[in-house]
């Protein structure tokens, strides 16, 4: 057998020859990804991974990750893309069971840090019971790509009884948010744009699919379950009133916003509402079920700040409306294009 | 927050407007006009409106830098960085303002222009001595808060001889403006002003003192929190009821009546009167904006490249003019909220969060407008 | 363009910037606009550089009559 020579994590790079498909690209799968994401669907070696019968309605969610700065406060391109997927598959009240990940990698881009983020995939798929049994990699020149691009796509059941979707809020329902708003966007945002802090604002990025079987198990009546990440709250929230054809009205002071995430968004122009999230989950159940919801909600750690933060109305227009901590009434309306950092 | 959140407190808000309900007269009507994006941004985002009796009606003016641009100024910057190749620095609010041939800065940098939004001029000159192979332009734009920084970026980029630097300079002044409402033909039925808060911080409250004397109109001068803008309508409740037309600060924390005169001395070394500049709604305006003096010319954009300005009307239904002017509410406006939107804005008034479109559609259209 | 902060200063960094903090978030800014500011006083901060020194007293008094303007009403049955 020849002798092939280890990987080179400390000042090796990127090189169109690992995504060619033959020795190098192997060695590379070896030496990095499959020694970081080590499971038996994985170690079977083949183009596609062969997985044990699974009974109930499956539900598949997909999703690319290009965040930049690859590396921030409480996170990276590597957890999120684990977190994020597995919390789609989530959000339709299913378990998720596997996932596959591809890689789009720029020629040049440091060992270092490409083992850095496959460590990280690593420890949250470990952490959440999730393995990564299947991927791709592929490289394109230097220039042609951001460093790296990590498109995951994961795999769930969902149990019997469970029906979860966008177009089932009722007016009545109660809509709960599992936590501070705001941490993610700002913690990415805060870093580009020259922002230090006493208390660093840290990414909430999070594997959500455990507080959610804590929501199922507790029979409360669900109808709605979405994270809301990329155009925030207020975003998400009026996704879900245009499916339902229902309106909403939200008490701003209910809403909570850690208060270093609220004083970013001051200085930069921000609203928080509008800044993604990565473990936050918004619930829109029956009104009658919403304190005990709210209660196994408080109990989970990734919910311990849990709150309701509004109810669904019948509204022909579908406007998301809140009352502000001000006593007024405004609309929170969907985001205009992307949120533009404000000096007016 | 200190100093933020005391002047954001709901249950003083209630007391005050029970105040100004108690002192308002229900058998007349208030007009009051606003001045400053940021005072356009706060009513909507709090829904003051809510808290405020029916007689009480309160007007948005041309307090939006970005609003007022015409759409030839804006193809300006746009021809700059596409046909000139510079690196074209501005603030985030005018990369979505509509131009000609259905350009924006946002669409040219699509196009591969280099448009780079920054948050102060030091980020430009940083950018202009990083790239000392390019270009870099400054799209200087604001009232008088932001004049002062641009000053402060020109005279920078002098000391260190930085050649590659200039501006496109379209700062404007809140008294012109004043006056040019008030000289509006057919007239604007207004009864005060709120005076803009963070522009009244550099130049004091001196400058309005013409508008109570000679114009009987009073002024108060309001901080730029929710409570600070009740509490300067209860003042100017006060002064209509009375019949007094005077000059009031309610934002005496950081406004006095000659105000910030460092920052001013910065402005009067870099800049002088344009004799005339036209402004999207008030037409072509006396020594209204500004421009850079003679000893910075070597800084001036609108020198050192050919890109003329040409006029360009507005788009035939967007009203615009008359809302800026404060004689439409956004709601009168035929195309507002159908053809206009914040995703696609025909008009500069609703793609600043401070515009009075964006203001009233993102936030005010639950309820019904008199206008 | 109206959009500004009131910050604390916390740290001065060299002839014409300081560090300054709101609500724990930091960010440097330009002093150019100002003088005689010192690490503890509040500035206005709008776009990168420093506005105007808030005046502490001024706005303890501004909070004061709101407080004082409506207690006075309620004395007087709200007439001015």
Not at chain 1, 64 to 82: E, N
Not at chain 1, 323 to 330: A, D, E, P, S
Not at chain 2, 305 to 310: D, E, I
Request: include cysteine; glycine fraction near 10%.
């Amino acid at each position: 057998m020849s002798y092939t020579r280890p990987l080179d994590f400390k000042n090796g790079r990127i090189e169109m020859s690992h995504g060619s498909g033959g020795r190098a690209m192997a060695h590379l799968i070896t030496e990095l990804f499959a020694k970081a994401f080590d499971n038996p669907y994985l170690a079977q070696g083949n183009d596609g991974a062969l997985l044990p019968h699974a009974s109930g309605r499956l539900v598949m969610s997909t999703d690319s990750h290009v965040v930049s700065p690859l590396f921030f406060a409480g996170g990276d391109i590597g957890c999120l893309s684990v977190h994020g997927t597995i919390n789609d598959v989530a959000m339709m009240g299913a378990r998720p069971l596997y996932l596959s990940a591809a890689f789009i990698l720029e020629e040049g881009f440091p060992l270092m840090d490409l083992k850095r983020i496959a460590e990280s995939m690593a420890r949250a798929s470990l952490e959440a019971g999730v393995p990564i049994v299947t991927g791709d990699t592929k490289v394109v020149e230097q220039g042609k790509g951001d460093g790296v691009f990590i498109t995951t796509t994961c795999i769930g059941v969902v149990r019997d009884g469970v029906t979860l979707s966008g177009e089932l809020a009722q007016p009545g329902d109660r809509i709960l948010l599992s936590g501070a708003i705001g941490d993610h966007g700002m913690a990415v945002l805060s870093r580009r744009e020259g922002l230090s802090f006493d208390a660093p604002i840290v990414s909430d990025t999070a594997a959500l699919h455990g507080l959610v079987a804590a929501m199922l198990d507790c029979g409360a009546c669900l109808r709605v379950l979405r994270d809301p990440t990329r155009g925030g709250l207020a975003t998400t929230l009026n996704e879900i009133a245009r499916q339902s054809g229902v309106g909403m009205l939200l008490q701003e002071a209910a809403i909570p916003v850690h208060q270093t995430v609220e004083a970013a968004c001051e200085f930069l122009g921000l609203d928080p509402l509008y800044v993604a999230n990565e473990g936050k989950l918004l619930a829109i159940c029956a009104a009658g079920d919403a304190e005990r919801l709210l209660e196994v909600m408080r109990s989970h750690p990734l919910g311990m700040d849990a709150a309701i933060i509004g109810e669904v109305l019948e509204d022909a227009h579908g406007f998301v409306q809140m009352h502000t901590r001000f006593g007024g009434r405004r609309i929170v309306d969907w985001l205009a294009g992307e949120q533009l950092p404000r000096i007016c | 927050m200190k100093y933020v959140d005391e002047f954001r407190d709901g249950e003083l808000a209630k007391v005050i407007a029970a105040n100004i309900a108690r002192e308002a007269d229900s058998q007349r009507v208030y007009r009051l006009m606003e001045f400053c994006g940021g005072h356009t941004h706060a009513i909507s985002r709090y829904g003051l409106a809510d808290l405020l009796p029916a007689s009480v009606r309160l007007i948005h003016g041309p307090g939006c830098p970005v609003c007022v641009l015409p759409i030839g100024r804006v193809d300006q910057a746009i021809r700059l960085a596409t046909d000139q190749g510079v690196i074209l620095c501005t603030y985030a609010d005018t990369m979505r303002v509509p131009a000609s041939d259905n350009l924006t800065l946002m669409r040219a940098r699509a196009g591969g222009a280099d448009v780079r939004m920054i948050y102060s001029t030091q980020d430009a000159l940083k950018i202009a001595r990083d790239n000392p192979e390019r270009q870099v332009v400054f799209f200087a734009i604001g009232f008088e808060t932001t004049t002062p920084p641009t000053a402060v970026a020109v005279k920078q980029a002098a000391a260190e001889n930085l050649r590659n630097f200039s501006i496109l300079c379209n700062h404007v002044l809140t008294p012109a403006a004043m006056h040019a409402i008030l000289a509006v033909e057919g007239g604007v039925a207004l009864d005060g002003f709120i005076g803009p808060a963070h522009v009244s911080t550099v130049i004091g409250s001196q400058p309005y003192e013409i508008f109570a004397d000679d114009y009987a109109k009073p002024v108060v001068i309001a901080g730029f929190e929710p409570l600070d803008v009740m509490q300067a309508i209860l003042m100017l409740i006060r002064q209509i009821n009375g019949g007094r037309a005077a000059v009031e600060n309610e934002f005496t924390r950081a406004v006095t009546r000659e105000g910030n005169r460092k920052a001013q001395a910065w402005v009067a070394e870099v800049f002088e009167l344009r004799e005339v500049f036209e402004w999207r709604g008030l037409g072509s305006v006396p020594y209204s904006a500004l421009k850079l003096r003679k000893v910075f010319s070597e800084f001036d954009a609108e020198l050192k490249f050919s890109v003329g300005y040409v006029a360009v009307p507005d788009h035939k239904a967007c009203e615009c003019a008359a809302i800026l002017r404060g004689q439409k509410h956004p709601q009168e406006c035929k195309i507002f909220g159908t053809v206009c939107t914040p995703e696609n804005p025909i008009g500069s008034c609703m793609v600043s969060s401070e515009g009075a479109c964006a203001a009233h559609y993102s936030y005010g259209r639950l309820r019904g407008v008199t206008p | 363009m109206c959009l500004a902060i009131p910050a604390r200063i916390e740290q001065l960094v060299g002839k014409d910037s300081a560090i300054v903090n709101l609500g724990g978030v930091k960010k440097e800014v330009s002093l150019a606009l100002v003088e005689d500011v010192a690490v503890g006083d509040y500035v206005i901060v709008h776009a990168g550089y420093a506005l105007q020194k808030l005046d502490e007293e001024e706005a303890l008094r501004t909070l004061e009559v709101f407080a004082e303007f409506n207690a006075m009403n309620d004395a007087e049955g709200g007439k001015p």
